[in-house]
């Protein structure tokens, strides 16, 4: 087991907590992460190398792994790390400014995400993701309330984060991950999800803008909704009746499959 602990002293590393900096150093769990993301023999993108510790484990299965960072005072310490892999590109990018059209055609083939995300960022990474072309699954690690709004199909936890990863996705949690799991120990606790793509599918913002107009007010019926950013109302309803839902219906009633149809019934 290699020692992160001295590398990191001896680098002279600082956590900022402001990039999110929660490292895993449990090997058993890091395994776990990369075999349940489908690391074997598949080009997996790493999105906050951190010390490098997932990306070890990731380079161990994986036949390709991309890994972005963005902390400059890690670089000489994941060049320790990862000194043994010859099948690890490490990228200084941020990916969130880079787009997904650029980050797809630096991979430039079909990978998976399998990533200790930094929180901060979740929902935009997932997001950013889901619309790309390349990208099959995205296994990572979230607070554990993030996971189950994600993986909600009705009740107070389904919203528009739900539906908008639905529509074009199968998420499930793998497992809970305990904040002592971590270190420095997060405040939150956090789930290990894996979002898997419908085959063709990618978001569009329009469809994700969509749900956030279903959603504004949660208490409010689809047409109150719906009306309130500007469609018109005998629209609403008829695109309602051609789903089978009433006018009554609330968004959170229909779930991501029949939202999304009614997404396409407005625009015929
Ligand atoms: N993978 C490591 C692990 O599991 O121990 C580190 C995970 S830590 C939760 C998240 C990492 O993401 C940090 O190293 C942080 O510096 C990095 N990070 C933060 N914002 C980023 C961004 N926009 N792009 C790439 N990496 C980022």
């Not at 997001?127 to 995205?138: T, V, Y």
Request: glycine share 8%.
């Amino acid at each position: 087991m290699l020692d992160f602990e001295s590398v990191l002293i001896k680098h002279k590393f600082k956590y900022k907590k402001a990039l999110g900096q929660n490292f895993i150093f449990d090997e058993g769990l890091l395994d776990e992460i990369a075999a349940a993301g489908g690391a074997d023999g598949a080009c997996v993108v790493e999105i906050g190398a951190g010390a490098g510790s997932l990306s070890r484990a990731l380079a161990k299965r994986a036949k390709r792994l991309c890994s972005f960072e963005i902390d400059e005072t890690l670089f000489p310490v994941l060049d320790e790390t990862l000194a043994e892999f010859d099948n690890v590109q490490l990228f200084s990018n941020n990916v969130t400014e880079l787009g997904i059209e650029t980050v797809d055609m630096l991979i430039g083939e079909p990978y998976i995400v399998i990533a200790n995300l930094p929180y901060y960022i979740t929902t935009p990474l997932i997001f950013l993701f889901l619309r790309s072309e390349l990208c099959g699954s995205i296994t990572c690690l979230v607070q554990k309330e993030v996971a189950e709004r994600i993986c909600a199909t009705d009740g107070g936890d389904f919203g528009a984060l739900s539906a908008s990863v639905q529509a074009v996705a199968e998420p499930k949690i793998v497992r809970k991950v305990k904040a002592w799991e971590f270190y420095p120990q997060p405040e939150v606790d956090s789930a290990l999800i894996r979002i898997d793509k419908k085959s063709g599918a990618a978001l569009s913002d329009e469809l994700d803008a969509f749900f956030k107009k279903c959603f504004a007010a949660k208490r409010k019926t689809l047409v109150n909704n719906l009306t309130a950013s500007g469609v018109d109302k005998a629209s609403v309803l008829s695109a309602l009746d051609a789903v089978g839902a009433g006018a009554s219906a609330r968004a959170e009633e229909l779930g991501a499959a029949k939202l999304a149809e009614l997404f396409e019934a407005l625009r015929r």
